[in-house]
């Protein structure tokens, strides 16, 4: 059994809306992050995603369950108490025109985690050490009192990933890191994200809607709808045998790059996502699920455990 | 001979700048034939959503177009007078966008915005548009015509926004629509969906041009395909010669990098590089710098496009065409 490096139990996050409503934006989610490994979170926009990524990170406090780092219980705790795992989670963002900061040059950005932490004495091995990031993740050294707006996104984003693995943090959640790039260029990034969790054994939560880039990068992944989890399991075996209808439908509804096999899908979902302010009673995907039944409608599924694997559908074998 | 809905040639569009006039178009030659969706693709800055831009007039002064022709059924846009082709855009051409919410009105019900085009480039009674909306929004897979008629933009979802869009572009019943990246602001399940609603239209008789960075939707609806690079058509094919045989670089390279991420392989292909700077391109052919083949005479003059198979061309000096089977 490999070691557990963050424990997430029944987190719950809503946010209040206009009318004295409110949007449930993540009910009821438990996931482990196994350490050096992948978990890919998928699902589409507004489905909670990024709220679960945020408040792992300690950005956003949970409204009930519990976060652990290594066994330690982190949810609850103050800034400072946090301080000390802090350093060991790091973030990477979609958008690298807005995560860098535009008056900054490189070698400030990227010796800002390193001062923050006081990882170096003086200023000249700080540099040193910049410099050194940079040429990890493939940035000329040259380069180092340029400014954001001097770089292509894709050096944007290496940029970003620099400032990430600088602390030498243990785990990096990534936001949908290659969702901004083209794909010549995302492959790049995707290339770096895999060596440098194999060189520095870094465990990746990484949040995408897209299914080929999820497919690639994750061990495992876990599936989202409407703020909960319908299913997950080792990358490959959901993959090639999705147990939830809405796996089945969000894998087969991506296009293939092979106008040979147009026929093969077109087994498209209607509708789209319902509001998070009114989430179906039920199994939320009811609604859009051709094989709903009364027992759906009414009964919310839990998430059962099958073999390596969790589904929450009234439906799936045992 | 099928018949050709829009025909593009030589095209050139450019910005002047402190460093000089900056050439995004350069010599732009494409066709939409009729009731077919013909697909434009490129990395972003490649010049696609220029040229959509430019075939409905719509670059922003101080870009202009320098030189081409632009032809719609024959009919030379370019010699039209600004209100003969203001009057045909909407009825004739018609356009939509990557992101619906910013290409609606925010404070106008949706249904009012729809009639608007209807009552301005037909004579009709107010009832009547509003008949044609809702036929429209049925056509357009708008679920409840009736209720969202009098729903303003915020209240629907993305992928309805969308499909008002299209509704919106589609009522005049248009020879031509341009799709600018119709489906990248929506989710996967909701893409196929609109997907499937754009071939619908084509086979009633529209000509799309559908410009996309997604390979994969190219791949599913398009019939032909263009490859654009740098301001410049890389490569021009029907869609199964195009990822079958693709015979420019550029296009292996971009192919070869989404098959290395579907197929799962250790390190995944990427082109070298990046996307140049227009105004600063290298001399020679423009993707010179990135290319694993690259010979002395890439380096020294630009390569024109040549055919290189049956409806197959290609701006390439080392591409060689399949011989046939």
Same mark, same amino acid.
């Given at each position: 059994?490999?070691?557990?490096?963050?424990?997430?139990?029944?987190?719950?996050?809503?946010?209040?809306?206009?009318?004295?409503?409110?949007?449930q934006?993540?009910t009821?989610?438990?996931?482990?992050?196994?350490?050096?490994?992948?978990?890919?979170?998928?699902g589409?926009?507004g489905c909670g995603?990024?709220?679960?990524?945020?408040?792992?990170?300690?950005?956003?406090?949970?409204?009930?369950?519990?976060?652990?780092?290594?066994?330690?219980?982190?949810?609850?705790?103050?800034?400072?108490?946090?301080?000390?795992?802090?350093?060991?989670?790091?973030?990477?963002?979609?958008?690298?025109?807005?995560?860098?900061?535009?008056?900054?040059?490189?070698?400030?950005?990227?010796?800002?985690?390193?001062?923050?932490?006081?990882?170096?004495?003086?200023?000249?091995?700080?540099?040193?050490?910049?410099?050194?990031?940079?040429?990890?993740?493939?940035?000329?050294?040259?380069?180092?009192?340029?400014?954001?707006?001097?770089?292509?996104?894709?050096?944007?984003?290496?940029?970003?990933?620099?400032?990430?693995?600088?602390?030498?943090?243990?785990?990096?959640?990534?936001?949908?890191?290659?969702?901004?790039?083209?794909?010549?260029?995302?492959?790049?990034?995707?290339?770096?994200?895999?060596?440098?969790?194999?060189?520095?054994?870094?465990?990746?939560?990484?949040?995408?809607?897209?299914?080929?880039?999820?497919?690639?990068?994750?061990?495992?992944?876990?599936?989202m709808y409407l703020g909960k989890?319908?299913?997950?399991?080792?990358?490959?075996?959901?993959?090639?045998?999705?147990?939830?209808?809405?796996?089945?439908?969000?894998?087969?509804?991506?296009?293939?790059?092979?106008?040979?096999?147009?026929?093969?899908?077109?087994?498209?979902?209607?509708?789209?996502i319902p509001?998070p302010?009114?989430p179906p009673?039920?199994?939320r995907f009811?609604?859009?699920?051709?094989?709903?039944?009364?027992?759906?409608?009414?009964?919310?599924?839990?998430?059962?455990?099958?073999?390596?694997?969790?589904?929450?559908?009234?439906?799936?074998?045992? | 001979?099928?018949?050709?809905?829009?025909?593009?040639?030589?095209?050139?569009?450019?910005?002047?700048?402190?460093?000089?006039?900056?050439?995004?178009?350069?010599?732009?030659?494409?066709?939409?034939?009729?009731?077919?969706?013909?697909?434009?693709?490129?990395?972003?800055?490649?010049?696609?959503?220029?040229?959509?831009?430019?075939?409905?007039?719509?670059?922003?002064?101080?870009?202009?177009?320098?030189?081409?022709?632009?032809?719609?059924?024959?009919?030379?846009?370019?010699?039209?007078?600004?209100?003969?082709?203001?009057?045909?855009?909407?009825?004739?051409?018609?356009?939509?966008?990557?992101?619906?919410?910013?290409?609606?009105?925010?404070?106008?019900?949706?249904?009012?915005?729809?009639?608007?085009?209807?009552?301005?480039?037909?004579?009709?009674?107010?009832?009547?548009?509003?008949?044609?909306?809702?036929?429209?929004?049925?056509?357009?897979?708008?679920?409840?015509?009736?209720?969202?008629?009098?729903?303003?933009?915020?209240?629907?979802?993305?992928?309805?926004?969308?499909?008002?869009?299209?509704?919106? #572009?589609? $009522? @005049?019943?248009?020879?031509?629509?341009? +799709?600018?990246?119709? !489906?990248?602001? &929506?989710?996967?399940? /909701?893409?196929?969906?609109?997907?499937?609603?754009?071939?619908?239209?084509?086979?009633?008789?529209?000509?799309?041009?559908?410009?996309?960075?997604?390979?994969?939707?190219?791949?599913?609806?398009?019939?032909?395909?263009?490859?654009?690079?740098?301001?410049?058509?890389?490569?021009? #094919?029907? $869609? @199964?010669?195009?990822?079958?045989?693709? +015979?420019?670089?550029? !296009?292996?390279? &971009?192919?070869?990098? /989404?098959?290395?991420?579907?197929?799962?392989?250790?390190?995944?292909?990427?082109?070298?590089?990046?996307?140049?700077?227009?105004?600063?391109?290298?001399?020679?052919?423009?993707?010179?710098?990135?290319?694993?083949?690259?010979?002395?005479?890439?380096?020294?003059?630009?390569?024109?496009?040549?055919?290189?198979?049956?409806?197959?061309?290609?701006?390439?000096?080392?591409?060689?065409?399949?011989?046939?089977?």
């Amino acid at each position: 059994m490999s070691e557990v490096l963050l424990e997430a139990r029944k987190l719950y996050k809503a946010f209040p809306a206009d009318h004295h409503r409110t949007v449930q934006a993540v009910t009821d989610v438990s996931l482990e992050l196994e350490k050096g490994k992948t978990l890919g979170l998928v699902g589409e926009s507004g489905c909670g995603k990024s709220t679960l990524g945020r408040m792992l990170m300690h950005l956003i406090p949970p409204d009930s369950g519990e976060i652990q780092i290594r066994g330690t219980t982190v949810s609850g705790m103050s800034e400072a108490e946090f301080m000390k795992y802090r350093r060991m989670l790091q973030m990477v963002f979609q958008d690298p025109y807005a995560s860098l900061n535009p008056r900054m040059n490189v070698r400030n950005l990227i010796a800002e985690p390193l001062e923050t932490y006081r990882m170096y004495e003086s200023r000249e091995e700080t540099t040193r050490h910049v410099a050194e990031l940079m040429k990890t993740v493939g940035l000329p050294e040259e380069f180092l009192y340029r400014y954001p707006h001097q770089f292509s996104g894709g050096q944007r984003q290496r940029i970003a990933i620099a400032r990430a693995i600088a602390p030498d943090p243990e785990l990096i959640i990534c936001d949908e890191p290659v969702s901004a790039l083209d794909v010549s260029v995302q492959n790049q990034i995707l290339n770096l994200l895999k060596k440098l969790q194999q060189t520095r054994g870094l465990t990746y939560l990484f949040i995408s809607h897209d299914l080929s880039v999820i497919r690639y990068i994750s061990d495992r992944i876990a599936v989202m709808y409407l703020g909960k989890i319908c299913e997950t399991g080792a990358t490959e075996e959901v993959f090639r045998e999705p147990l939830h209808p809405y796996t089945r439908f969000l894998t087969a509804s991506v296009p293939l790059p092979d106008p040979h096999r147009r026929g093969e899908r077109r087994q498209t979902l209607t509708g789209e996502i319902p509001s998070p302010l009114a989430p179906p009673s039920g199994c939320r995907f009811h609604t859009r699920c051709p094989f709903a039944t009364e027992q759906c409608s009414q009964e919310e599924p839990a998430l059962r455990q099958s073999g390596g694997r969790q589904v929450a559908c009234h439906l799936s074998p045992n | 001979m099928e018949e050709k809905t829009l025909i593009v040639e030589d095209l050139c569009a450019g910005f002047p700048t402190l460093r000089g006039e900056v050439c995004v178009l350069d010599h732009v030659s494409l066709e939409v034939a009729k009731g077919k969706i013909t697909g434009l693709v490129g990395e972003s800055g490649c010049g696609k959503s220029m040229t959509a831009r430019a075939v409905m007039n719509l670059i922003r002064f101080p870009g202009r177009v320098t030189s081409g022709r632009i032809l719609l059924e024959g009919q030379d846009l370019g010699s039209m007078g600004k209100k003969e082709r203001r009057m045909l855009q909407g009825q004739e051409i018609s356009m939509i966008f990557q992101d619906p919410m910013t290409s609606l009105n925010p404070v106008m019900k949706v249904g009012k915005q729809v009639d608007e085009t209807v009552l301005l480039h037909e004579h009709v009674t107010r009832d009547e548009a509003k008949k044609r909306t809702l036929e429209m929004f049925e056509a357009a897979g708008v679920p409840d015509p009736e209720r969202r008629y009098h729903c303003y933009p915020h209240q629907l979802s993305g992928g309805l926004r969308q499909r008002v869009m299209i509704a919106m #572009a589609m $009522i @005049c019943r248009p020879k031509l629509l341009i +799709a600018d990246e119709p !489906t990248t602001a &929506l989710d996967v399940t /909701v893409e196929a969906q609109i997907l499937d609603l754009m071939k619908e239209m084509s086979r009633k008789g529209t000509g799309i041009l559908l410009i996309s960075h997604n390979l994969g939707v190219i791949a599913q609806v398009c019939d032909d395909a263009y490859v654009m690079y740098a301001g410049k058509i890389a490569e021009q #094919a029907d $869609i @199964c010669t195009l990822f079958d045989h693709p +015979a420019h670089p550029y !296009t292996k390279g &971009l192919l070869s990098a /989404v098959s290395s991420l579907r197929n799962g392989c250790e390190t995944l292909k990427t082109i070298p590089g990046n996307v140049p700077d227009l105004s600063r391109l290298p001399a020679g052919c423009c993707f010179s710098p990135r290319c694993d083949c690259c010979r002395q005479e890439c380096k020294e003059k630009a390569p024109e496009m040549r055919e290189i198979g049956p409806g197959h061309s290609v701006r390439c000096f080392a591409a060689e065409g399949v011989t046939a089977e």
